[in-house]
């Protein structure tokens, strides 16, 4: 089973607040991505990163920032929300040395910009 | 472009019926497939998977799906269905080589007694 986990779960912030969503998992993976989803909506790819100092956009364009300075984190930023952000914030991560490369999940970002 | 479709948006079913999820890919020479739920408010669970070796995957909880590789589709289904299996499920392609996971839209399963 995996063990992926996100904070905070639910956020509700101002437009114009800088915001981080944490992203851990202890499974070792060097792969981890961020998908953004809205309600009743496909999943979209907003970054990925191969490992360590690794990171790259996603298909679907995205005015956040992603860094991954340790293996097991993948924190994501925002230096100034708006209302357009609100959308749910899911974090994955998969090993590369299985195959078919399965992504686990964690529970997800409800974030709500007001 | 790799896609994956989902054509039915919501499938309303009763309580002990069953039910078929379809699910069609982009053809390629290689694919891995992927069925994912999500309950209200949380995460994607991983419910089962197609890497190689028989069609047909089955999961924990009696959800089954047939590889079928002429007609490039991943149908999921189940004999009986339960009110808790009331989710939003989703079909994902990883494409051999492009090491990322392309999802289909989703199908809210609506099951009522």
């Known amino acids: ?114 | 472009a790799q896609s994956v479709t989902q054509l039915d948006s919501q499938v309303p079913v009763f309580e002990e019926a069953p039910v078929e999820l379809r699910c069609n890919y982009s053809s390629s020479v290689s694919v891995y497939l992927f069925w994912y739920v999500q309950y209200p408010n949380q995460g994607l669970q991983l419910l089962l998977k197609y890497l190689s070796g028989s069609t047909l995957v089955e999961s924990i909880n009696g959800f089954e799906a047939e590889f079928n590789k002429s007609q490039t589709s991943f149908h999921l289904r189940k004999p009986s269905v339960h009110i808790s299996d009331t989710a939003e499920y989703f079909c994902a392609v990883s494409y051999t080589g492009f090491q990322k996971l392309v999802f289909g839209t989703g199908t809210r399963l609506l099951v009522s007694p």
Not at chain 1, 35 to 44: A, I, K, S, T, W
Not at chain 1, 87 to 108: V, W
């Open chain 1, 1 to 114: 089973e995996a063990d992926i986990y996100q904070t905070p779960r639910y956020l509700v912030i101002g437009t114009g607040k800088k915001i981080t969503l944490e992203c851990s998992q202890t499974m070792g993976h060097d792969k981890m991505y961020w998908y953004q989803q809205d309600p009743g909506m496909e999943l979209h790819l907003i970054h990925y990163s191969y490992g360590v100092n690794s990171t790259e956009k996603g298909d679907l364009s995205s005015e956040s920032t992603v860094s991954r300075i340790r293996t097991e984190h993948f924190p994501l930023t925002l230096e100034s929300a708006r209302p357009s952000h609100t959308s749910q914030y899911l974090c994955a991560s998969s090993d590369p040395r299985g195959a078919g490369e399965t992504q686990y999940f964690g529970p997800g970002t409800r974030l709500l910009v007001l």
